[in-house]
């Protein structure tokens, strides 16, 4: 096997328990550090009536609590703010002049929190990291890169620089600027790689030959990096978007510049491979969404929420940071590339999951099985909420878009087909209204899961 699966080159020649070991140390280190750097920090770890000495290895890591969610972190940018006129956080371990880099998400929801915030370290470490694990899609030299996200202040950026660090070019347009001038950007520049998410390369399939007169495959793309959401983890849109765009679809992730992982050139879909397991330990540190108790992610098929520990970080590092990312966890030897390391399939996020009648269900689950009916449906749906998640009284409401071929007679035995198979795979037993194709509103950012009926009212 060729490839060098992680970027370190003693990573590649130690076992998975040697790789532990070095995280280990790395970690030890990473923690000191931050105790004593942040007051945020050390009351967190004094709450947890713990000392950074006592946490010597994953296992003990995994037993401390969670120190932090998405809330904290807007409480502790809050305080930042006031006390020191920044809005980095009080977790931020790094002097503040001291920043290279910063980002925030591109979420709609609540103040930005500027979770992507770098020293010029951090960042040359993690561009490096973020490099490498996009050239696993065979990203290099010469290679032009449409880089299709919101920019500027925006997360996205930070995967700018693993690609300039690959000497590819990235030509970076942003989202908001539209898909028009994304197309004629396409016609003029003639990428070799398209990175969006799957939901735009999805939309750009219809919107292509509209706008300026082509198939998506007539792009001649060498491939497709998509994140975001869950996309081409979803069989059928994998398989439709190979097919469509003649090249191979990757999915990459990096929250907050944790976590880093890529798909694989397999056909079959093998998850997120963890590329950098000197960069965190999320893939080692998994708890119950509900109970938040720890949940061993050692064995195979392990289902949790990711909890985030950095283990080189200047900045903004984080300790048990659980984001609310909900994966389940390969431990065995990929069977598509030989990756030996840990992969992760995301299944979705621990504040979308729905209680219906005591089963715990994901969206991403149902999208999973009605995009399965594809070409009866087009894959477009919405869940319909009557009221706020998680528990839904059943039954679980659900809008579908059907195929265009469908008339209406057709559509009852279409919706007892959808209806079966959701029972049969996930226990549920939906009620189906079908709507027409296209009807849904598409985005061009994350396209949403829910139709939230209660906010309507
Ligand atoms: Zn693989």
Known sequence: MSRQFYMMPQ??????????????????????????????????????????????????????????????????????LERFGHPFGMHLCAPVEDLYLTGTTSGTTGIPTFSYTFTEKDINFIGRQLGHRISWAGVGKGDRVVFFFALGIYATTMTLWGLRGLGALPIDIDARAGTDLLLQFIELTRPTYLACTPSLAEFLIEKAPKTVGKQVREFN??????????????PEIKKKLEAQYGCRA??????????????????????????????????DDLIDPITKEPVNSDLDGAVGEMVHTSLEREACPAVKYAYGDVVQIFTKECPGCGFRGKRAKLIGRADDMLIVKGVNVYPAAIKDIVTGFIPDVTGEMRIVLDSPPPR?????????????????????????????????KIKIRPSIRFVPPGSLPRETRKTPVFEKQYELK
């Open 11 to 80: 990573l590649n020649r130690m076992s998975q328990e040697e790789i532990r070991h070095y995280q280990e140390e790395k970690l030890r280190r990473q923690l000191k550090y931050c105790y004593e750097r942040s007051e945020f920090y050390r009351a967190k770890f004094d709450n947890a009536g713990a000392r950074p000495e006592d946490i010597k290895t994953i296992e003990d890591l995994r037993r401390l609590p969670v120190f932090m969610v998405k809330d904290d972190e807007r409480r502790s940018a809050q305080e930042s």
């Open 392 to 424: 839904v009284i059943p039954p679980i409401k659900l809008k579908i878009e059907h195929g265009k071929h469908l008339g209406q007679h057709e559509l009852e035995g279409l919706g007892e087909r959808i209806a079966s198979e959701l029972h049969s």
């Open 221 to 234: 793309l060498k491939g497709l990096l998509t994140t975001g959401e869950i996309g081409i983890a979803i």
């Open 250 to 283: 990757f999915d990459y992730w990096s929250p907050c510049g944790n976590c880093m992982g890529i798909s694989c050139d397999s056909e079959e879909y093998h998850g997120l491979h963890a590329t950098a397991p000197d960069v965190c330990t999320s893939y």
